[in-house]
């Protein structure tokens, strides 16, 4: 195995999707021209103007009901018409999936219609302003139209045009009561809509953002995620004092030619899945996996006292772990682990497919260690023994000729050392009780 191999990364499964969590009615609604192939993205987009074309189609019963009631049947079948016309594409929507036609056609209907209807009630003040309902078109169109701008362009031309309408517009014969009325509900209806529009289009991204931050924190340390994001890149740090493991399944890539695929991903999921809650369980940095390989660090990226100790404990934990377990072809796992304990250089580089990786003589030495030991035990340098074994039971191996390194007497971790019993103290004349 090569340390300089490019690493695999383990995506923890993301959450259910917003929309899984509504009752079924508002579900089926929203879910409404959603296709398979359809990102979370798109479908929060599909979702929002589809949730938007039905509060207005419902909202519109009291204009159509009001206006035919006045006798303006003009009037009142231009929101009618927009009703109709909503049912009609919501369900064209549903059979066919085209978004784009559904989108184009009711941001130009709501654009539209609001100014048709002010100039057929004669202007600003008797239609109450109705013309706001069109305001929603190029704020829909921000986070849904992929190019935003001619709709709002649009609007502002169709308010000049309103402005230059109104003196040949006749008002229509309103009672100043439902005037004032309808003052009050196009505002209201207006502010009611943009502010639903808007908040649950901003709960969809901040459920991505969630998901998001729960991706990048399972793929790098939570303290270099922060500082990603703020914007410092290449990031690189280095570390006097960091205790390197490198694991390898002997053996494996033989085996893994008996198995299926789905066998073999199984096994190293199940595997991995157990070393990264060791790891985390000790405040150990999961660095990579390269095929049935593990990395693992201790006092990076954030220094700790005992980083070396808990290393020591998490190899015999997974050594302990491989030769409890039977190979799926039959016989026995084993794992061959190395370690190193020394300076060493982490950070992330690279604008695609970053990662937080270590860089370093000692992270060289730890792979070698592992490469050139034995199926079953955990090999340590001799700076890594000499700073574990007041803690742990070695036994010495014969010199070894490793690659780039020269002769290296390696040692054999074997186990936690005994801990000395308390000697009691003796008085004159008694026990150590005094009894």
């Known amino acids: 195995m090569s340390v300089d191999e490019s690493p695999e990364i383990t995506v923890a499964r993301s959450p259910g999707a917003w929309w899984e969590r509504l009752p079924i009615w508002a579900r089926r609604l929203v879910t409404i021209g959603a296709l398979p192939e359809d990102g979370e993205d798109e479908r929060l987009r599909k979702a929002s103007l589809v949730l938007t074309a039905t509060m207005i189609t419902v909202m519109a019963v009291v204009w159509v009901a009001t206006y035919a009631s006045l006798g303006l049947y003009l009037s009142a079948g231009i929101p009618l018409v927009y009703q109709v016309v909503s049912i009609v594409s919501l369900f064209a929507l549903a059979r066919s999936g085209r978004f784009e036609v559904f989108r184009t056609s009711q941001l130009a209907l709501i654009m539209l219609l609001p100014m048709l209807l002010q100039w057929s009630l004669g202007g600003f003040a008797s239609s109450s302003a109705v013309m706001l309902w069109a305001l929603i078109s190029p704020l829909a169109a921000l986070v849904l139209a992929p190019r935003p701008l001619p709709w709002f362009v649009a609007y502002l031309t169709l308010t000049a045009v309103s402005g230059l309408l109104e003196p040949f517009l006749s008002p229509a014969s309103i009672p100043a009561t439902v005037n004032v009325l309808f003052f009050v509900l196009n505002v209201g209806a207006v502010s009611l809509v943009v502010y639903f529009l808007l908040r649950y289009f901003t709960r969809g991204l901040a459920a991505e953002r969630e998901k998001s931050e729960s991706l990048l924190l399972n793929v790098l340390p939570a303290s270099i995620a922060r500082r990603l994001k703020n914007g410092e890149h290449p990031l690189a740090d280095r570390f006097e004092e960091a205790t390197v493991l490198f694991a390898d399944l002997v053996g494996f890539t033989p085996m893994s030619e008996q198995l299926s695929p789905e066998t073999v991903v199984e096994l190293l999921d199940d595997l991995f899945s157990q070393f990264d809650a060791m790891a985390e369980r000790r405040g150990l940095e999961k660095i990579k996996t390269v095929g049935d390989a593990y990395v ?90 000499r700073r574990l074994s007041h803690h742990f039971r070695f036994e010495q191996r014969e010199p070894l000729l490793v690659k780039g390194k020269g002769r290296i007497a390696p040692y054999l971790l074997i186990g936690r050392a005994p801990v000395p019993m308390p000697q009691a103290s003796s008085g004159k004349g008694g026990s150590p009780t005094g009894s």
């Open 296 to 385: 693992v660090v201790g006092g990076v990226p954030e220094p700790a006292a005992n980083a070396a100790e808990e290393v020591a404990d998490m190899a015999l934990e997974m050594l302990a772990l491989v030769a409890a377990r039977g190979a799926p072809s039959g016989g026995n796992l084993s794992l061959r682990i190395g370690i190193d304990i020394g300076p060493v250089v982490a950070g992330v580089i690279g604008q695609r497919k970053f990662t937080y990786d270590l860089w370093g003589d000692t992270v060289n030495t730890a792979s070698r260690m592992e490469s050139h030991g034995v199926a079953g035990q955990i090999q340590v340098t001799p700076r890594a023994y």
